[in-house]
């Protein structure tokens, strides 16, 4: 979101949807002022807007809505093994929700983290999208879920490029990501790469735009060699090609490196 008209030496804050907001000077203009925001993919609601301007010893505050557009997902039905296929067991089941909340606290802790990056975010693979963010999905005709990310092609062993200069939080085996790594690339944002062969960085390496950080795999709940990017603004999962648009994306104008 941009807030125009902002006079030099002015501190701006705020929230939009409970996230908190990390203003910059917008890149092309005067007086402009940027932060990401983010809305949930089902949100129903409009979403709430705080700015604070604070100038000298003066604040004000600036509310507004936002009515969200609906977006429209296909379904699609797969075939998993069998254990992925049906409910988790108590002892999985508390498994996924430990590995989901080191997940979440990874996404909301970003925010405490400055913003570690300056180039635009692009894609950690150059390959073809084989699923969108979004899509309803049935797993072995039962379980149904959102796909909350973007799918990239990639044979097992293919490379796996961090979307922009990071920290590593994350890396591990999860059981429904298989091998993960996550990075907190600060003012909120996290991109996570799942079902990884092999992870080639360690928690707490700092890691540049567009470094090998894992190879493509097959772990995890799949029914394939694939990458699984997901992408948050704190606790907020979005769709990583709106990232990608947002920042300009550089992949579709042939700087991504070649496999
Ligand atoms: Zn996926």
Not at 57 to 72: C, I, S, V
Request: hydrophobic content about 35%.
């Amino acid at each position: 979101m941009r807030v125009s008209g902002v006079p030099g030496g002015t501190e701006l804050a705020g929230r939009a949807g409970g996230e908190t907001l990390h203003f910059v000077p917008g890149a092309d203009a005067d007086a402009v002022a940027e932060s990401f925001a983010a809305v949930p993919i089902d949100a129903r609601d409009s979403l709430g807007i705080e700015v604070q301007c604070t100038t000298d010893d003066r604040t004000d505050t600036l509310a507004a809505w936002f009515a969200p557009a609906r977006g429209e997902y296909p379904v699609e039905r797969l075939r998993v093994a069998p254990s992925f296929g049906r409910p988790p067991d108590s002892v999985l089941a508390a498994r996924v929700r430990r590995e989901s909340e080191r997940a979440a606290e990874v996404a909301t802790r970003s925010h405490e983290t400055p913003r570690l990056w300056e180039e635009p975010f692009v894609r950690p693979r150059a390959s073809r999208i084989t699923s969108g963010y979004g899509r309803g999905r049935e797993y072995n005709g039962t379980i149904t879920s959102r796909h909350m990310g973007t799918d990239f092609a990639g044979a097992p062993g293919a490379p796996v490029r961090a979307a922009n200069r990071g920290v590593v939080r994350i890396v591990d085996a999860f059981f429904y990501g298989g091998n993960v790594v996550y990075l907190d690339h600060g003012t909120g944002l996290t991109s996570a790469y799942l079902h990884l062969s092999t992870q080639r960085v360690a928690v707490g390496d700092t890691v540049e735009r567009g470094q090998l950080i894992g190879t493509v795999g097959a772990t995890g709940r799949v029914t394939g060699p694939h990458l699984h990017l997901i992408v948050r603004y704190g606790a907020v999962t979005v769709d990583p090609l709106s990232l990608f648009s947002l920042a300009g994306d550089s992949t579709e104008t042939g700087r991504a490196r070649p496999e």
